[in-house]
């Protein structure tokens, strides 16, 4: 498909120093220091975890120490400060996705193995996770249509939490892990991880389809090392978010597919991926925005009616099952009101979420999106007609989405903690707006991002 040049900056524009990155750099710096002193300063209990030992705004506690995979984990942040920025700009496209693909699964297991084999395996094998209930469905038809009974506490064999908190499709999802024989803590780690490390080879194929290839470039080396792989090894919402970013690239390219047959085929496959993630977590409904947002870089609105309609047969399958999500949104309310959440101080968490999103995806990410905000603030009329055909217009659409997706989550009351782990699925589409950055920034913006990812792991017990 046909790509498009780069739009050339002014003169003006190219000596105007990065002030926009930079102030973007130093309030999100200070959120994130803000959001992890402000509580133990105050003496504040913000119950970021219930055991009260938790490094708010995360839901890990203070833990330094290495493993087996720290000198590998150093040794990939090394070669990748060194090498990443050029090999994306010189390999072939589709060398770009199996690196993309190898350096990113490299990535996350090394950082994983930090913690040795248990890195692996204490997230999944928990209790409270999904694949021990999983390996305890014996009748799924059953399960499904009495889910609902089960996910308040009043229930005297109420779910536990993940379960209770997430739609039925999750427990469905490693229900089915279990029943292909790869139900153990490890085999069903290696799967998650494994999807995991396709989130940024999906991400550049959506950039792609839309006209942004030479930012998808820009942008491969900081979607591969991001800070945020700390936590998406093993954790069941790096495989939402796999699922997700999938959905995405089906419909970015059903919306650039010039022939009908094509197109109702990616639509379909779109459209039965973004339903799925709706039934895997309540607050992939806010993918909706992402989805707006392909089509309008894509200019063509032909795929909607053929991926909605897809999109709706696993939720109506499921409803006819005995589990329909309107139903049970209310009582995941209810329990969420019930628990720990009625204790979070909203006055906390509703920028201490914001601290716990950057630690997850590196305090960079507010360097990029000073620049997106600086981009659609400045645009005058000379501005907006070069971007209706640049790279860049994708990009910007994009983060915008996906900004509205964080503010819309964070003021719903509904995710109140944990959200390093919760908002992985959205993470990569904030993350391109690192493309941005002056090509300058290069070594020494990645560096930061490795070096960020590297202390959080070392030093925290991050519970995913």
Same mark, same amino acid.
């Given at each position: 498909?046909?790509?498009?040049?780069?739009? $050339?900056?002014?003169?003006?524009?190219?000596?105007?120093?990065?002030?926009?990155?930079?102030?973007?750099?130093?309030?999100?710096?200070?959120?994130?220091?803000?959001?992890?002193?402000?509580?133990?300063?105050?003496?504040?209990?913000?119950?970021?975890?219930?055991?009260?030992?938790?490094?708010?705004?995360?839901?890990?506690?203070?833990?330094?120490?290495?493993?087996?995979?720290?000198?590998?984990?150093?040794?990939?942040?090394?070669?990748?400060?060194?090498?990443?920025?050029?090999?994306?700009?010189?390999?072939?496209?589709?060398?770009?996705?199996?690196?993309?693909?190898?350096?990113?699964?490299?990535?996350?297991?090394?950082?994983?193995?930090?913690?040795?084999?248990?890195? #692996?395996?204490?997230?999944?094998?928990?209790?409270?996770?999904?694949?021990?209930?999983?390996?305890?469905?014996?009748?799924?038809?059953?399960?499904?249509?009495?889910?609902?009974?089960?996910?308040?506490?009043?229930?005297?064999?109420?779910?536990?939490?993940?379960?209770?908190?997430?739609?039925?499709?999750?427990?469905?999802?490693?229900?089915?892990?279990?029943?292909?024989?790869?139900?153990?803590?490890?085999?069903?780690?290696?799967?998650?991880?494994?999807?995991?490390?396709?989130?940024?080879?999906?991400?550049?194929?959506?950039?792609?389809?839309?006209?942004?290839?030479?930012?998808?470039?820009?942008?491969?080396?900081?979607?591969?090392?991001?800070?945020?792989?700390?936590?998406?090894?093993?954790?069941?919402?790096?495989?939402?978010?796999?699922?997700?970013?999938?959905?995405?690239?089906?419909?970015?390219?059903?919306?650039?597919?010039?022939?009908?047959?094509?197109?109702?085929?990616?639509?379909?496959?779109?459209?039965?991926?973004?339903?799925?993630?709706?039934?895997?977590?309540?607050?992939?409904?806010?993918?909706?925005?992402?989805?707006?947002?392909?089509?309008?870089?894509?200019?063509?609105?032909?795929?909607?009616?053929?991926?909605?309609?897809?999109?709706?047969?696993?939720?109506?399958?499921?409803?006819?099952?005995?589990?329909?999500?309107?139903?049970?949104?209310?009582?995941?309310?209810?329990?969420?009101?019930?628990?720990?959440?009625?204790?979070?101080? #909203?006055?906390?968490?509703?920028?201490?979420?914001?601290?716990?999103?950057?630690?997850?995806?590196?305090?960079?990410?507010?360097?990029?999106?000073?620049?997106?905000?600086?981009?659609?603030?400045?645009?005058?009329?000379?501005?907006?007609?070069?971007?209706?055909?640049?790279?860049?217009?994708?990009?910007?659409?994009?983060?915008?989405?996906?900004?509205?997706?964080?503010?819309?989550?964070?003021?719903?009351?509904?995710?109140?903690?944990?959200?390093?782990?919760?908002?992985?699925?959205?993470?990569?589409?904030?993350?391109?707006?690192?493309?941005?950055?002056? $090509?300058?920034?290069?070594?020494?913006?990645?560096?930061?991002?490795?070096?960020?990812?590297?202390?959080?792991?070392?030093?925290?017990?991050?519970?995913?």
């Amino acid at each position: 498909m046909a790509t498009t040049s780069p739009a $050339r900056p002014s003169a003006e524009e190219s000596s105007r120093p990065p002030v926009a990155a930079a102030a973007g750099l130093v309030v999100a710096v200070l959120v994130v220091v803000a959001a992890f002193v402000v509580p133990p300063l105050l003496g504040w209990d913000v119950r970021a975890r219930v055991d009260q030992n938790g490094a708010a705004p995360t839901h890990g506690y203070w833990e330094a120490k290495v493993g087996i995979g720290t000198i590998p984990a150093v040794l990939l942040a090394v070669l990748g400060v060194r090498y990443a920025t050029g090999l994306a700009q010189r390999l072939t496209w589709r060398w770009l996705l199996l690196a993309a693909f190898v350096a990113g699964l490299a990535w996350m297991l090394a950082l994983a193995y930090v913690d040795g084999s248990s890195g #692996m395996t204490r997230v999944l094998g928990n209790a409270y996770e999904y694949l021990p209930t999983a390996r305890d469905v014996t009748n799924l038809p059953g399960t499904i249509d009495d889910f609902i009974r089960r996910i308040p506490y009043a229930a005297g064999d109420n779910w536990v939490t993940h379960i209770a908190g997430h739609p039925v499709g999750a427990l469905i999802t490693f229900v089915v892990l279990v029943r292909l024989g790869l139900g153990g803590d490890y085999s069903a780690a290696m799967v998650v991880t494994l999807a995991a490390a396709t989130i940024a080879p999906a991400v550049l194929v959506t950039l792609r389809r839309l006209g942004a290839e030479p930012l998808a470039r820009r942008a491969a080396p900081y979607l591969v090392l991001t800070p945020a792989a700390v936590f998406m090894a093993v954790s069941a919402d790096a495989l939402f978010a796999a699922i997700a970013a999938w959905g995405l690239a089906a419909l970015a390219c059903a919306a650039t597919s010039a022939r009908t047959g094509p197109m109702i085929g990616w639509a379909g496959l779109a459209g039965l991926l973004l339903g799925w993630c709706v039934l895997l977590s309540y607050g992939l409904l806010l993918l909706g925005l992402l989805a707006v947002a392909v089509l309008l870089v894509a200019r063509s609105w032909r795929p909607l009616p053929v991926a909605v309609v897809a999109a709706l047969v696993p939720v109506l399958v499921l409803a006819a099952m005995g589990f329909a999500w309107w139903d049970a949104y209310p009582v995941l309310v209810e329990r969420y009101n019930d628990g720990v959440a009625m204790d979070r101080p #909203m006055a906390y968490w509703w920028w201490g979420n914001l601290g716990a999103l950057l630690v997850s995806a590196g305090p960079l990410l507010g360097a990029g999106l000073g620049l997106w905000a600086a981009r659609l603030g400045g645009m005058g009329r000379a501005v907006r007609a070069r971007l209706r055909e640049s790279p860049e217009r994708a990009v910007l659409i994009l983060v915008g989405a996906a900004v509205l997706t964080i503010a819309l989550a964070d003021a719903s009351g509904m995710s109140k903690a944990e959200v390093e782990r919760i908002w992985i699925p959205f993470i990569p589409w904030l993350t391109i707006s690192l493309a941005l950055l002056p $090509r300058r920034w290069g070594r020494w913006a990645l560096g930061g991002q490795v070096v960020f990812a590297l202390a959080v792991q070392h030093l925290l017990y991050t519970s995913w």
